[in-house]
Every structure is written in C-alpha cells, then in structure tokens.
C-alpha cells in the first residue's frame, strides 16, 4: 500500500482541489498553474491526485532538464548510417498520458516552457535535427506549481495555462489546528489515516468517471457565450483563447456537478478560475475576481 497523503485529507484550498479534478476530467482544459508561498499543500494536492488516477501516474520536469532530456534527442549518427531514425525518448514521451508536474515552472530556461507548453497545446512533440524529423504523440495534464516571491512567469506564459490558481495558508484558527492534527495523525500511521478518507475517495474517483462520461452531451446555448464573450471585452481580456478556455471550464464544471447544459453560475465560477492571470482591468473593490463580485457586477451593469 502507497503512503502519500489522500487528496480527501487536505484541509480547505478548495478552489485548488477543483482545478485539480477540473483537468483530470478534461485534460483539453490546458493545464493549471498554482501559486503560492511554500508549505500550502501545492505539492501534496498535485501528488494525492494520481491516487484518483489510477492508471496514470505522475512525471516530473525538474528544473535543471535540458532541451534534450524535455524532448529526447534524435542519433544524427545512426540515421546517416543505417538510414533509419534512432530516437531516445525524453520527459515529453514519458509523459504521455500521464499527468506532467512541473514544479518551481517559474524557474524553467524561457524556451523550456516555450516547448512545454506548445506540446501541451498540440499533443505532439515533433524533435528535428540536421533535417531529421521525428514526433511521437505526447498528451498530458500539465500541472505546474510555483512560490511568487521567487519570481513570476512573462505574461505570455502565463496566458498559455487554462487555469492560474493562487494559494494562501488557512487564516482561522480551527483550520490551522486541523492541519496540524492531521498531518500528525498521517505520519503516526499512514496507512490507518488513509483509510479514514477511502469512502471520501472512492466517492470523488466516481463523480470524475461520471462526470468524464457526460461531458460529451453538455450543451451550451448561445445565451452562455454571449455572457462569455461580454465578461472577456469588458475585463480587457486580449485573444479569444480565454474565451474558448472558459466555455471548455464551464461545461465541465457542468458535468462534475451533472448538469447536461451550461448555466450562468458555471460561467461566472469558469471566469473566476481562468480570467484573474488576463485580465488588463480590474472593476471590484478589492482587486479580487469572485463568482459573486463578478455576478453582483454583472448585475449593475444591466442596471
């Protein structure tokens, strides 16, 4: 039996967790990215997914990978000898159906992330060298951590993933203390820990399989997109790539809460989790993109 700690055991970061489920259902989503000062579960929420997934498991990019190791290198040598194409796989191969994490992505060489992230985009990784060419497919859910304070990501990075998320330690009591007795508790006996959360877990592996199954069918009316397309111009968002990311968000929310079409408050939770790292404008008082802010706003300007 694995040890890792269960994705049902961590406490609060909720909007975390269902960005998480979010693209193990639809992996078309484009992959999250998480911020946060250190010691706010990034880690562990990314790790305890793979027990949701259980054919899958997690591949790591560590931050030092060269091009080569990321794509895999192509034998120049052997293919002018032999005239066939000798490639070693990289991280990108390994990945495959898998899910990719990347963490400290922040502190990944530029044209690393460049090369991640159009992979991730097309779901093919094409290595050519000398006028050899080689590509293998290479789809993946991308996930990426990272600490602000040790630098950020260029904006059109950024823009690059479906969802940024950004973390914070709990600021209540009660939620303190029950981190602490649960970390605890799982490293006295993880195994008996683990247990207490299995029909949690077995709970949540079901709505995703369910959910999987019914995104397919949900429908989305001309109405939700008119809305989609209004919030992005009105926040100065620039592209249409959050347009397109916020209507694939919002179905599958749809679907995990079983829904067959798209409703309004879909929308407004899928701006929430896809608009804050695009936005030029910010209209609410306190800077901070809500459901219910960008509702109550929404509802103002038609007054």
């Known amino acids: 039996m694995h040890t890792r700690y269960p994705f049902a055991g961590i406490v609060g970061q909720e909007q975390m967790k269902k960005a998480l489920i979010l693209n193990v259902i639809n992996p078309k ?5 998480i911020r946060g000062e250190k010691g706010t579960a990034k880690s ?4 305890a997914l793979i027990d949701l997934l259980p054919d899958n498991r997690v591949v790591d990019l560590p931050v030092g990978a060269t091009e080569d190791r990321v794509v895999g290198t192509l034998d120049i040598e052997h293919a002018l000898k032999n005239g066939e194409k000798k490639f070693e796989p990289g991280i990108l191969a390994k990945a495959h159906n898998n899910l990719l994490y990347v963490d ?3 502190l990944l060489d530029d044209h690393i992330v460049d090369i991640l992230l159009d992979v991730a985009a097309m779901g093919v990784n094409v290595v050519e060298r000398e006028g050899v060419s080689y590509s293998h497919p290479s789809k ?6 990272m600490n602000p ?9 950024l823009d690059r993933f479906g969802m940024t998320i950004d973390v914070k330690g709990e600021n209540s009591v009660e939620k303190r203390v029950e981190v602490i007795k649960r970390r605890l508790a799982f490293e006295a006996n993880p ?6 959360f299995k ?3 077995k709970q949540i592996v079901l709505q995703i399989k369910e959910a999987q199954k019914l995104l397919p069918k949900v429908k989305i009316s001309d109405k939700m997109l008119e809305l989609t397309a209004e919030i992005t111009l009105d926040l100065g968002v620039d592209g249409h790539r959050a347009d397109i990311t916020m209507i694939k968000v919002a179905s599958t929310i749809a679907a995990y809460e079983n829904v067959d079409e798209v409703q309004r408050e879909h929308i407004l939770e899928a701006a ?3 608009l804050p790292h695009r936005m030029r404008r910010l209209p609410f008082d306190d800077g901070c993109l809500s459901a219910s802010a960008l509702d109550k706003w929404l509802e103002e300007k038609v007054c």
């Open 29 to 33: 989503i484009g992959g999250v990215l």
């Open 44 to 47: 562990t929420g990314v790790r």
């Open 104 to 106: 400290e992505v922040n």
């Open 140 to 145: 993946f859910i991308l996930v990426g951590t």
């Open 149 to 157: 304070e040790e630098g950020d990501l260029r904006p059109q990075l």
């Open 191 to 196: 195994e008996t820990f683990i247990q207490q």
């Open 199 to 201: 029909e949690e877990h």
């Open 272 to 274: 929430e989790l896809v």
